[in-house]
């Protein structure tokens, strides 16, 4: 996932990687603050401390700044932009692993973004306007996917049928619980189902905003990633920019589960906040019917 040797034969590739140079040499980034919080509890990201391999540290950089850039190499097309909040996510998620989530090989995110490069169809940069998700190949391992259906699991033998019917139990209330609860109400959640001393467990993740399943299993290695391109759109001069929501391993046979059912990401209206329950239910249906494997139980609440 680095760039070729010197003298080595580039691949073609349909986007160059424009780092920001201001952070050159990034490597690792802070949340710094929060906006106030929404009706569900939930806080957005407002501004983050972006650390870089020399010791400097840039304070309180505005979340939406640009820290990657994909863009088109041979053909008109919307550059994608990576800011510094989504960079924060996937560093601290899909290398650091501070939270339950699939994992990338390279801990680097210039070559991780180098890599992407490489193999992103063209067809990612096309000018419309739906949400997006792409399943990208590459030609060895890029990381670990850990998120497997729950009936994967039982079939496999992971997890047994009781333990599919006490979730199936608790499915509504999880539901309602990550569309309604407080921290407390969820946290109470958690300890009740894990009383039960099921494979399966729950875990609040995304700073104890959301209750998911989880599995003590291997993740599976993969050759595959996920990118999915948010819908928002920023026009600067005649440049359509379109911006990175989310860039994780996957799974071909993994459709993936979209976003996590936390009020805040499925927001309709956001003059009056009111929320799409259409597309918050089939996030939460998606979410309690998956689960999400780890090493150990350690840190879950009983």
Same mark, same amino acid.
Request: proline letters at 5%.
């Given at each position: ?8 034969i ?5 986007f160059?990687?424009v780092p920001?140079p201001?952070?050159?040499?990034l ?6 603050? !929060?906006?106030?919080p ?5 806080r *957005?990201?407002? +501004?983050?401390? &972006?650390?870089?391999q020399?010791? @400097? ?10 820290a990657f850039?994909?863009r088109?190499?041979t053909y008109d097309?919307?550059?994608?932009v990576?800011t510094?909040?989504?960079a ?6 899909h290398?650091?692993?501070e ?16 890599a992407?490069?490489?193999?992103l169809p ?5 000018l419309n306007y739906g949400?997006?998700?792409?399943k990208?190949? !590459?030609?060895?391992?890029?990381g670990?996917?850990?998120? *497997?259906s729950? +009936?994967?699991l &039982?079939?496999?033998?992971?997890i @047994?049928?009781c333990?599919?019917n006490l ?9 309602r619980?990550?569309l309604?609860g ?18 399966i467990?729950?875990r609040?993740?995304r700073?104890?905003q959301v209750?998911?399943?989880h599995?003590?299993?291997?993740p599976t290695?993969t050759?595959t990633?996920?990118?999915?391109v948010s819908?928002?759109?920023?026009y600067l ?6 911006y ?10 993994n459709?993936?589960?979209?976003k ?7 927001i ?5 906040g009111s ?14 019917t ?13």
């Amino acid at each position: 996932m680095t760039e070729p040797l010197p003298g080595a034969i580039a691949p073609m590739r349909n986007f160059d990687v424009v780092p920001n140079p201001e952070f050159e040499g990034l490597e690792r980034i802070e949340p710094a603050s !929060f906006s106030e919080p929404r009706e569900d509890g939930s806080r *957005r990201i407002t +501004e983050v401390d &972006v650390h870089l391999q020399d010791g @400097t540290v840039h304070a309180g950089v505005w979340a939406g700044k640009t820290a990657f850039e994909l863009r088109p190499t041979t053909y008109d097309g919307a550059t994608i932009v990576l800011t510094v909040e989504r960079a924060h996510h996937i560093l601290s998620i899909h290398v650091d692993g501070e939270d339950s989530g699939s994992t990338f090989v390279d801990g680097d995110l210039h070559a991780i973004m180098t890599a992407l490069s490489l193999a992103l169809p063209r067809e990612a940069s096309t000018l419309n306007y739906g949400s997006e998700a792409f399943k990208i190949g !590459f030609e060895s391992q890029v990381g670990w996917d850990n998120l *497997r259906s729950i +009936e994967d699991l &039982v079939a496999d033998g992971v997890i @047994t049928e009781c333990d599919q019917n006490l979730l199936d139990e608790y499915r509504r209330e999880i539901i309602r619980q990550n569309l309604k609860g407080d921290t407390s109400d969820k946290q109470n959640l958690v300890q009740r189902f894990n009383r039960k001393h099921s494979a399966i467990f729950l875990r609040l993740v995304r700073a104890g905003q959301v209750v998911v399943p989880h599995v003590v299993a291997e993740p599976t290695p993969t050759e595959t990633a996920t990118l999915a391109v948010s819908t928002r759109w920023r026009y600067l001069g005649r440049q359509s920019l379109k911006y990175i929501h989310s860039y994780y391993p996957s799974r071909i046979a993994n459709s993936g589960v979209g976003k996590h059912p936390i009020p805040g990401e499925h927001i309709k209206d956001k003059k009056t906040g009111s929320i799409d329950m259409g597309s918050f239910n089939a996030s939460a249906w998606k979410w309690s019917t998956h689960a999400l494997l780890v090493p150990n139980r350690d840190g879950t609440e009983f």
